[in-house]
T-cell receptor, first 112, second 113 residues
Framework: QQQVKQSPQSLIVQKGGISIINCAYE??????FPWYQQFPGKGPALLIA?????SEKKEGRFTISFNKSAKQFSLHIMDSQPGDSATYFC???????????FGQGTRLTINP | DAGITQSPRHKVTETGTPVTLRCHQT?????MYWYRQDPGHGLRLIHY???????DKGEVSDGYSVSRSKTEDFLLTLESATSSQTSVYFC????????????FGPGTRLLVL
């Protein structure tokens, strides 16, 4: 079964700090790795994504680091702000499939 | 929420009763999905549709059925609701040209007593 394992389940970071969320996968036939952000009472929304042919992608304060040999990828949030407090999901897209496999989610709290 | 509505937004029902949740989109996207979200489990795919009348099972499909008679509507039915189906249900859509990106609706919170 295709799986994506996400950690930690919850994370508390001080304002201005770096938030790091990690994901690992078992199936090498994934060709796209998105991160979704979900605020309370809302549906998840695409935040940033990466393909396995690059090792890093940065958009503003958000960076994905991708390690193909270790089958791991992570989300880094620099200069974390209280407005970043949300649940974050990593996901992976199986090649040729019309669906995504999601991680378990991380509830991030940024303390002011 | 990308032209996606879900109804009802909240529902309380009793064990053994049938329940139907509706997802409606105005984007004319080909693919539609139903997920459930539970603490510690993340988002788990229940069923998805790749066209009108074309559906397939996800990883947690037992106890659920779906129907899609029009491009814009995707219905999720719990034939006989159980307490284990208490959850938040999300509908998502994606388009043929960009299947990898899914857009989610606002969710339906279901409580089965």
């Amino acid at each position: 079964q295709q799986q994506v394992k996400q950690s930690p389940q919850s994370l508390i970071v001080q304002k201005g700090g770096i938030s790091i969320i990690n994901c690992a996968y078992e199936n090498t036939a994934f060709d796209y790795f998105p991160w979704y952000q979900q605020f309370p009472g809302k549906g998840p929304a695409l935040l940033i994504a990466i393909r396995p042919d690059v090792s890093e992608k940065k958009e503003g304060r958000f960076t994905i680091s991708f390690n193909k040999s270790a089958k791991q990828f992570s989300l880094h949030i620099m200069d974390s702000q209280p407005g970043d407090s949300a649940t974050y999901f990593c996901a992976a897209h199986p090649q040729g499939a019309q669906k995504l496999v999601f991680g378990q989610g991380t509830r991030l709290t940024i303390n002011p | 929420d990308a032209g996606i509505t879900q109804s009802p937004r909240h529902k309380v029902t009793e064990t053994g009763t049938p329940v139907t949740l509706r997802c409606h989109q105005t984007e004319n996207h080909r693919y539609m999905y139903w997920y459930r979200q539970d603490p510690g489990h993340g988002l788990r795919l229940i069923h998805y549709s790749y066209g009108v009348k074309d559906t397939d099972k996800g990883e947690v499909s037992d106890g659920y059925s779906v129907s899609r008679s029009k491009t814009e509507d995707f219905l999720l039915t719990l034939e006989s609701a159980t307490s284990s189906q208490t959850s938040v249900y999300f509908c998502a859509i994606s388009q043929l040209a960009d299947q990898e990106t899914q857009y989610f609706g606002p969710g339906t919170r279901l409580l089965v007593l």
